[in-house]
């Protein structure tokens, strides 16, 4: 072994896990991991419960499971709450949006009914779309940050919990680039006591997470705890974050291909892609603040996937169209289309197709999972600011500053294992091989 392994805290007694915006991920997360806990289904698509990490050489035959191999919370000591603008229980609010079949809710009916959304700090400003009356009020944004504060306490202790983990499913908040107020901490607090139009509800529950001691993960893709004053609260708090935008079904797509196109060295002229989908995401998403935030994000992978800047005769030109519709007979059951014109050898053209007919809810929940465990493990190693080695699930990951994110979701999952191998004091797999030759 190359070097010693981490101290982690052992993960003891319960994890709370609170998600602002309990809708159609949220109760589907929850619902699915009652229903695992159970034994009536399986956690497709979570790493920490499904998959194996390579230790040491090929011939040496060591793969454990990943969650035999790094110490994580049982799902049988996951608690669950959160906020929502509605006043639906968990089981009504997963029954609205109607991801899952009413068989598989009636399974879990007793467990989701048992899960009320707290009163949610709520800025119409910034979700245009939507409105519900579950809403806090107070004489500005400190005082809804301190709600919050209290919501969380008040959580941990009602359920006896060790140690909790914030994650974000809301809704995506219309663009803004951070300003003034965002640059450092007391500027922020400054801005919250005066109720600044800058501060975006999710960046009050970050600030109120980071502040009583919990790990932040942001699933949207809005400005949030990626500005300095939470960053650095992040840091002086000893707390690990991560974000943002949950990578589920069109940009997941991207970054499988594109990775490959580029391996190959194959041109791309033009990459089209649209949406159709009616969930509650894609009516907020109609609105055209609430799209930007996102086309951003979905229009960053390409480019740092394919660097232009290096391949300028294969990628400089690239025509790169992301669009969103609102269809609402699709329901959660997203269609993601994308065309693509490339070009091989002598400058030949081809077209690749795909259309893939996902279920966003479905790709979503077993990353939420994955994350607040994931969270949970790197905050009891001691390890704290921006956890890069989370980028695998995310559309727009978080880096240090003037660093560029990596979005080839196979050299992400190399990162997150290696990371894993490190903490453990595994030896690092390089995939040199040379020892089987020597």
């Not at 680039?177 to 450092?184: L, T």
């Not at 004053?229 to 000893?238: G, I, T, W």
């Not at 609105?287 to 390409?302: C, I, N, Q």
């Not at 259309?355 to 465990?373: N, Q």
């Given at each position: 072994m190359s070097h010693s392994a981490a101290k982690i805290a052992p993960a003891k007694g319960k994890l709370g896990i609170l998600i602002p915006g309990m809708g159609a991920v949220a109760t589907t997360f929850m619902a699915g991991v009652e229903m695992v806990r159970k034994g009536q289904?399986?956690?497709?698509?979570?790493?920490?419960?499904?998959?194996?990490?390579?230790?040491?050489?090929?011939?040496?035959?060591?793969?454990?499971?990943?969650k035999d191999f790094v110490p994580?919370?049982?799902?049988?000591?996951?608690?669950?709450?959160?906020?929502?603008?509605?006043?639906?229980?968990?089981?009504?609010?997963?029954?609205?949006?109607?991801?899952?079949?009413?068989?598989?809710?009636?399974?879990?009916?007793?467990?989701?009914?048992?899960?009320?959304?707290m009163?949610?700090?709520?800025?119409?400003?910034?979700?245009?779309?939507?409105?519900?009356?579950?809403?806090?009020t107070g004489a500005n944004k400190m005082e809804l940050a301190e709600q919050l504060m209290a919501d969380i306490a008040g959580f941990k202790k009602k359920n006896n919990c060790d140690r909790l983990v914030m994650?974000?499913?809301?809704?995506?908040?219309?663009?803004?680039?951070?300003?003034?107020?965002?640059?450092?901490?007391?500027a922020f607090e400054k801005a919250l006591h005066k109720n600044s139009a800058e501060i975006a509800p999710s960046q009050v529950y970050a600030y109120a997470a980071l502040k009583s001691g919990v790990p932040f993960a942001n699933g949207a893709p809005n400005l949030t705890?990626?500005?300095?004053?939470?960053?650095?609260?992040?840091?002086?708090?000893?707390?690990?974050?991560?974000?943002?935008?949950?990578?589920?079904?069109?940009?997941?797509?991207?970054?499988?291909l594109a990775p490959g196109l580029k391996s190959r060295m194959l041109g791309v002229s033009g990459w089209f892609s649209t949406n159709i989908l009616g969930n509650r995401d894609g009516e907020v998403l109609d609105?055209?603040?609430?799209?930007?935030?996102?086309?951003?994000?979905?229009?960053?992978?390409?480019d740092s996937i394919l660097q232009p800047e290096l391949y300028p005769d294969l990628?400089?030109?690239?025509?790169?169209?992301?669009?969103?519709?609102?269809?609402p007979p699709r329901g959660d059951e997203k269609e993601g289309w994308d065309n693509i014109d490339i070009f091989?050898?002598?400058?030949?053209?081809?077209?690749?197709?795909?259309?893939?007919?996902?279920?966003?809810?479905?790709?979503?929940?077993?990353?939420?999972?994955?994350?607040?465990?994931?969270?949970?493990?790197?905050?009891?190693?001691?390890?704290?600011?921006?956890?890069?080695?989370l980028s695998f699930y995310f559309k727009a990951p978080m880096t240090a500053p003037g660093l560029y994110p990596e979005h080839d979701i196979f050299i992400q999952l190399m990162k997150l294992k290696n990371r894993l191998r490190h903490l453990m004091g595994e030896d690092l797999i390089t995939h040199l091989g040379l020892e089987y030759y020597d």
């Open positions: 289904s399986n956690p497709v698509g979570s790493l920490t419960q499904l998959a194996t990490i390579r230790l040491g050489k090929r011939t040496d035959g060591r793969s454990p499971m990943i994580l919370a049982g799902l049988k000591d996951l608690v669950f709450g959160g906020w929502d603008i509605y006043e639906d229980n968990a089981y009504q609010a997963a029954t609205n949006a109607s991801v899952l079949k009413s068989e598989d809710l009636g399974k879990v009916k007793k467990f989701l009914g048992g899960i009320q959304p009163k949610a700090v709520f800025d119409q400003n910034y979700v245009k779309r939507i409105n519900g009356p579950n809403v806090k994650i974000w499913c809301g809704s995506t908040e219309t663009f803004k680039k951070p300003g003034a107020v965002h640059a450092n901490l007391a705890h990626d500005i300095p004053a939470l960053l650095d609260m992040a840091r002086d708090h000893n707390l690990p974050v991560c974000g943002k935008d949950f990578k589920t079904g069109q940009t997941f797509m991207k970054t499988l609105d055209p603040g609430s799209f930007k935030t996102k086309e951003e994000t979905k229009l960053s992978v390409l990628y400089k030109d690239l025509f790169h169209a992301v669009r969103i519709n609102y269809y091989g050898w002598l400058g030949y053209p081809m077209q690749i197709k795909i259309d893939f007919l996902c279920r966003d809810s479905i790709l979503a929940a077993p990353i939420v999972l994955d994350l607040v465990l994931f969270l949970d493990l790197a905050h009891r190693a001691g390890m704290r600011g921006i956890q890069e080695w």
